[in-house]
């Protein structure tokens, strides 16, 4: 089993849409959660953190669900803008600092 | 302020070569970390500099790779000799020492095509 797994898509949405992209880590004893997204040939960028209670920053809205070892991310509004691979990161268990990463979600938001 | 650079952005060469990456990070960060994503796989962790210090080098996939970090500065990790299998992006990422959320900086990456 994957330590960090996610629909790889592809999403593909009309701008405006609502999209979410789920994913499921192994590690129970994990204890940071990101988003990040990369664009086709880049680097991966931060998109945000993932807090407990939920965070909300503009048009996305991260959840996670620790009982379920469960993250979510929801885009609202979609723009094309927003066409990218979004990977899912979990960071390692205790004083490792490793990054554990996702396959990714491809969206492409259509106009 | 400028951030993680990484130094070639691509390389081509034969198996059997060597071939060193350079990475510089953010001025400042004392952690440095480098990844690798092979084509069709996840981005996988290789190793974890605390300073000129290797803090984590269990990703490191055998003793073709070396990485190092002298001063406490720039990374370079060499790979000699290279086989097929090592063709990649190697990315380089940076944080700063002591922020629990240890958020990563990452470089554009260095392409690699071992033929």
């Known amino acids: 089993r994957k330590e960090v797994e996610q629909d790889p898509g592809p999403f593909n949405v009309p701008e405006g849409a609502t999209v979410a992209f789920n994913c499921t880590y192994s590690?129970?004893?994990?204890?940071?959660f990101f988003w990040y997204r990369q664009d086709c040939r880049k680097e991966p960028k931060l998109l945000m953190s993932v807090y407990s209670s939920g965070n909300e920053d503009g048009r996305f809205t991260a959840q996670l669900n620790r009982a379920s070892q469960y993250i979510s991310l929801l885009i609202r509004d979609s723009k094309l803008s927003d066409s990218a691979t979004y990977l899912c990161v979990v960071h390692g268990a205790g004083n490792n600092r490793k990054l554990i990463w996702g396959l990714g979600t491809s969206l492409a938001v259509n106009p | 302020e400028a951030g993680v650079t990484q130094f070639p952005s691509h390389s081509v060469i034969e198996k059997g070569q060597t071939v060193t990456l350079r990475c510089d990070p953010i001025s400042g960060h004392d952690n440095l970390y480098w990844y690798r994503r092979v084509m069709g796989k996840e981005i996988k962790f290789l190793l974890h500099f605390v300073k000129e210090s290797k803090q984590d080098e269990s990703g490191m996939p055998n003793n073709r790779f070396l990485a190092e970090r002298t001063g406490g500065t720039y990374s370079t990790l060499k790979v000699q000799p290279a086989e097929l299998e090592d063709s990649g992006v190697y990315f380089c990422?940076?944080?700063?020492?002591?922020?629990?959320?240890?958020?990563?900086?990452f470089g554009a990456g260095t392409r690699l095509s071992v033929l």
């Open positions: 990422a940076s944080s700063h020492l002591g922020l629990a959320k240890n958020i990563q900086y």
């Open positions: 590690n129970s004893a994990s204890q940071s």
